[in-house]
């Protein structure tokens, strides 16, 4: 396995993204006026996004034999993220994702994992040089275990974007040191009601066995709280939202980029904040031309 400072090891999706005015309510057909086809799955896009914003990236996951898994390993190919340890199923199809975006730029998704949910975890080798593991929700729970723990033994530093929430098991806690959340995700995890930062920031305090934690409040900033520090708060970069499609996603990535090309903390925040609103604020057919000379941009100003 060659040199990577980042290692992801999760879901790959290929993205149908509607938009329209408004979601869809129960029962309720809505017109749409645009479609677009999209590599997506939140472990690809954080891969894309780590190597993007400066990071040596490799990547673990499974795909279908199908004609999907070539548009999803060409988009890693070309963003500079090695596939080579990229596992084919010949019995599950590969993932796929339906996501709708309406007119103020918030979106809904319905996911079919297929493929993601078979990944054979005793199959993958650590890469040389590892700094970051990266690890979400969207492949199977006893992988994620197996992954981190062998990663710790490598001395690497695990982050956990636990989207979609599910139940943490201990063992998989045990070995993660930076959690990412959004509010949603924070409200089960803590406990309690997120309507605002404030909210954010008492749900915080309450404290918890992984060493930091970070709640992403899109549009609203983000609240983190690390080992015994008070929880604090960063506010949100002003921008006009086009898609808030991804930005979870992208935010992660250029975080973990940040961390493993030597960013203090609180620098490899700033940075994915300034990232994450370059994310929302750019067409999606432009977002694979911002580069860390845009984000400093943002940033000065």
Do not use: W
């Not at 993932?95 to 297929?114: C, E, F, K, L, R």
């Not at 994620?144 to 695990?158: E, F, L, T």
């Not at 929880?231 to 991804?246: D, E, L, M, Q, T």
């Amino acid at each position: 396995m060659k040199n990577a400072s980042v290692f992801v090891v999760g879901s790959l999706h290929y993205d149908i993204v509607l938009r329209a005015d408004h979601l869809p309510a129960p029962d309720e057909t809505v017109l749409g006026n645009d479609v677009q086809y999209v590599c997506g799955g939140k472990g690809g896009n954080q891969a894309v996004a780590a190597s993007q914003h400066g990071a040596v990236v490799a990547f673990a996951g499974m795909v279908g034999k199908d004609y999907h898994a070539e548009l999803l390993l060409n988009h890693l190919r070309i963003s500079g993220v090695d596939t080579t340890q990229i596992q084919t199923s010949i019995d599950a199809a590969s993932g796929m994702s339906v996501a709708i975006v309406d007119i103020a730029g918030d979106y809904g998704a319905v996911v079919a994992s297929g493929a993601n949910q078979a990944i054979d975890a005793d199959a993958i080798d650590m890469p040389n040089d590892l700094k970051i593991l990266i690890l979400q929700n969207e492949i199977a729970e006893n992988v994620n275990i197996k992954i981190a723990q062998r990663a710790r033994s490598k001395g690497a530093k695990i982050v956990l974007n636990a989207a979609p929430m599910r139940r943490l098991p201990d063992e998989l806690i045990r070995n993660v040191d930076i959690l990412i959340v959004n509010r949603l995700e924070a409200e089960t995890l803590l406990g309690q009601k997120i309507s605002s930062k404030e909210d954010a920031l008492n749900a915080l305090k309450a404290g918890s066995s992984i060493e930091t934690i970070i709640v992403t409040l899109g549009r609203d900033g983000l609240c983190f709280k690390s080992g015994e520090d008070e929880p604090k708060f960063i506010a949100p970069r002003s921008v006009a939202a086009v898609s808030s499609h991804g930005a979870g996603d992208c935010f992660v990535g250029a975080f973990c980029a940040r961390l493993a090309m030597g960013d203090a903390f609180s620098a490899a925040l700033d940075y994915a904040g300034s990232a994450a609103a370059l994310h929302v604020s750019t067409p999606v057919e432009a977002r694979g031309q911002i580069n860390a000379d845009r984000v400093y941009e943002l940033l000065t100003n």
